[in-house]
């Protein structure tokens, strides 16, 4: 039996030219720290800099949009996510490939990346690095007495479903949901966890019940069930 979904909320920040009011992931820009995609922060003060530079370019004062961020063990389920705890080489290796113009996109196949920044100061030194005039071990040595810093990549539409910045009503209907139908699943086809989730996950019913404006969500999870049976024809 899956274990029961938890809440664990992180109130999260983007900072930008203007007010976030639909993600778009296609706007992301180009070889970012962890890829193309949508960023957010913890810290509050890093968003508003950002917001503030942000609105420089496009002739607004920027805007810093709250989300919360929900980090739970539905979301571990749903997301392959990958915690980088401080900067350090495997932090580096990651960094240098997501920002290399030649590496294929995307890079990775994580949907949810989560540790520190490249900020100014370390794309500097890291510039730097690439050039072959600092050793590596020196490089991260001197990361060692740099700042705090944190930033969330979300990577993938179903990663974007385990961020709100509306209430939290959607995102716990689609965990209750999606807590019942994998038991089901699970029971009834005499399935594993693995196999059961990348079939679920991975289907256009689920990517209609992630998509609020759908309404699928308001259905029972038996008609939804039902939809998904459909789909793969088990």
């Known amino acids: 039996m899956l274990q029961k979904w938890r809440a664990a909320l992180m109130e999260v920040y983007h900072g930008s030219y203007a ?34 530079i942000t609105g420089g370019k496009y002739g607004t004062q920027g805007f810093v949009t709250k989300f919360t961020y929900y980090d739970t063990a539905f979301t571990e389920r749903l997301c392959k996510v990958k915690h980088f705890e401080k900067y350090d080489e495997e932090w580096l290796d990651f960094i240098v490939l997501n920002r290399n113009p030649f590496s294929p996109t995307p890079t990775h196949d994580y949907d949810i990346v989560e540790g520190p920044v490249a900020d100014d100061k370390v794309q500097f030194r890291l510039t730097k690095f690439l050039q072959g005039q600092i050793e590596k071990s020196a490089f991260l040595k ?46 009834d086809n005499k399935s594993d966890e693995e196999t059961a ?38």
């Open 19 to 52: 007010k976030i009011d639909k993600i778009d992931l296609s706007k992301g820009q180009l070889n970012r720290d962890f890829g193309q995609e949508f960023y957010v922060t913890k810290f509050r003060k890093h968003a508003e800099s950002w917001a503030e």
């Open 142 to 187: 001197e990361l060692t007495y740099h700042e705090t810093t944190h930033q969330i990549c979300f990577c993938t539409m179903k990663a974007l479903l385990c961020l709100d910045h509306k209430d939290k009503t959607f995102a716990l209907r689609i965990a209750d949901i999606s807590e019942t139908i994998l038991s089901t699943l699970i029971i």
């Open 197 to 234: 989730s990348n079939l679920f996950y991975n289907s256009n019913t689920f990517a209609q019940l992630s998509d609020e404006s759908s309404e699928l969500y308001k259905k029972t999870w038996q008609e939804i069930y039902e939809m998904l049976m459909r789909e793969s024809a088990y």
